[in-house]
């Protein structure tokens, strides 16, 4: 992925967190809307907390996993 104005490289694996982290989130955004359409119940604070510890595992396996690119 390359930025139109980029003032320093960054690791490889740096980019890759956040991608995963920036995919978590927005899977996690869904899965708790669906959770709340499907059931009626707010999924505060139990589903959301323990989506946010089990995401942020994902996050961290996404981003080890990732293909490695050289600079």
Do not use: N, Q
Request: proline share 7%.
């Amino acid at each position: 992925m390359r930025w139109p104005v980029r003032m320093r490289e960054l690791d490889p694996l740096v980019e890759e967190t956040i991608v995963a982290a920036c995919t978590m989130a927005v899977f996690g955004c869904i899965v708790t809307l669906v959770y709340w359409l499907v059931t009626g119940h707010s999924p505060w604070p139990g589903f959301a907390l323990g989506e946010v510890a089990g995401f942020g595992f994902g996050t961290a396996m996404l981003a080890l996993t990732a293909p490695k690119r050289r600079r």
